[in-house]
């Protein structure tokens, strides 16, 4: 028992500074949201190789890859879609206090379910990245078959809230995944975080 003791001490030890400083950059959580179809997992997956090739420890949980894994047993429900982000933002902060940048890609539809993400980090480490590209032409990428299985009935009701005061907007339609991915950059330099 005593040796238990002793680890977990030894591990509480070691701080998300020690981390950060041993990485030689910051850690936090970049989280995208916007429509299905916006672009946020083709950015995401974009930033992270560009920050990899930088040597920077970052992963990118995506809202789809996670709905199959952790979050299988959540539906479209209110309820299930705020446990999903309370989930998502729980995993994101583990990996921010191991210290990495962390880029959450999901849709994250309503303002109060991106404020509780928000109150799970410090106020340095989560930046709130609004994906914004016009519905009509997310509708007419619908990657996933979102907008089509969404006309069926087969996604419940949801409207999504646009971000009042995003950190950060990207204009995916103005804009190609390479200049969203240097304005992001830009973003994380000036901010330090890199």
Known sequence: MQDHIKKLTKRAAVTIMDRQ???GHGSCVLWFTGLSGAGKSTIAAQLELHLLNRKVKCYVLDGEMLQEGLNQD????????????RRIGEVAKLFVDAGFIVVVATVSPNKVNREMARSIFGSKQYHEVFVDCPLEVCEQRDP???YWR???????S????????????????????NESVAQLIQYMEQHELI
Do not use: C
């Not at 969404?150 to 419940?156: D, I, R, Y």
């Not at 949801?158 to 995944?177: A, F, G, S």
């Open 158 to 177: 949801t409207i999504y809230e646009r971000p009042e005061q995003p950190e950060l907007t990207l204009h995916t339609n103005e804009q190609t995944v």
């Open 144 to 146: 996933k078959g979102f």
């Open 21 to 23: 400083l041993l990485n």
């Open 74 to 85: 959540l539906g479209y429900t209110a309820a299930d879609r705020s446990e999903n982000i």
């Open 150 to 156: 969404s006309k069926l009935g087969l996604m419940g």
